[in-house]
């Protein structure tokens, strides 16, 4: 479903990606671990158009997405929750989650099926966004990813800032996700979350990836040295 062979990636001259090898298959959870400004954020932001490829490919579905702008992207199937928080502030909540491509009303049930997932959410449909919490921001943002039904989610951080009993419904909402055959690549420091519910993982540091392999495989003394020491 998504390929990125021999990637790079810059920053004007800053080179942040350095020759990333990477698979996402239908119905697959992928992770990609590592400490802040391990390059997980500016991996997402490739892939979507957002960071200029300096050399290698991106392929979705054996389309080459390097020739194609930001844009466009998404209309190919592929969604995202992005670090941060992503919301347009002076939007209702009801409004933001109606700004998807085929522009489901609030009577429609995966709509209500979303908001269902976040009763914070469904309580504030007409509040103004930017009103919001930090964690109420990340559910609206992770609702509205929801209705999009795309064939491959790029996840960045999303359990940032969300209580346990919220933890639960992402990861929950993680598994709906693989059982519909959708990809999903889940960039994440909770090593813990990610370990548990992934197929692969692929841990990242200074923009190289130092190790791979199913969970059950990976050392636990080389992850602990990759994510609180580093790698020269």
């Given at each position: 479903m998504l390929k990125l062979e021999n990637l790079a990636a810059s920053y004007g001259s800053r080179l942040v990606l350095q020759g990333i090898n990477l698979e996402v298959w239908p119905g697959e959870v992928v992770g990609i671990l590592g400490r802040n400004g391990a390059g997980k954020t500016t991996a997402i932001k490739t892939i979507l158009g957002l960071v200029p490829i300096k050399s290698g490919r991106v392929c979705f579905e054996n389309q080459d997405l390097a020739s194609m702008t930001p844009h466009h992207i998404p209309?190919?199937?592929?969604?995202?929750?992005?670090?941060?928080?992503?919301?347009?502030?002076?939007?209702?909540?009801?409004?933001?989650?109606?700004?998807?491509?085929?522009?489901?009303?609030?009577?429609?049930?995966?709509?209500?099926?979303?908001?269902?997932?976040?009763?914070?959410?469904?309580?504030?449909?007409?509040?103004?966004?930017?009103?919001?919490?930090?964690?109420?921001q990340q559910m609206l943002s992770i609702a509205r990813a929801q209705l999009m039904n795309s064939k491959l989610m790029l996840l960045d951080e999303p359990l940032e800032g969300l209580m346990p009993s919220l933890i639960v419904e992402v990861e929950r909402w993680i598994g709906e996700l693989r059982a519909r055959s959708a990809g999903v690549l889940w960039a994440e420091q909770r090593t813990e979350s990610a370990i548990r519910l992934c197929d692969r993982i692929y841990v990242l540091n200074q923009g190289r990836v130092v190790c791979e392999g199913i969970p059950s495989s990976l050392n636990k003394s080389d992850l602990k040295r990759h994510f609180g020491l580093g790698v020269q």
């Open positions: 209309r190919l199937g592929i969604g995202v929750v992005p670090q941060g928080n992503r919301i347009f502030p002076n939007l209702t909540v009801q409004e933001n989650l109606q700004l998807i491509p085929d522009k489901t009303s609030a009577d429609d049930e995966r709509f209500r099926h979303a908001i269902e997932r976040f009763p914070q959410i469904r309580e504030r449909l007409h509040q103004r966004a930017g009103t919001l919490s930090g964690g109420e």
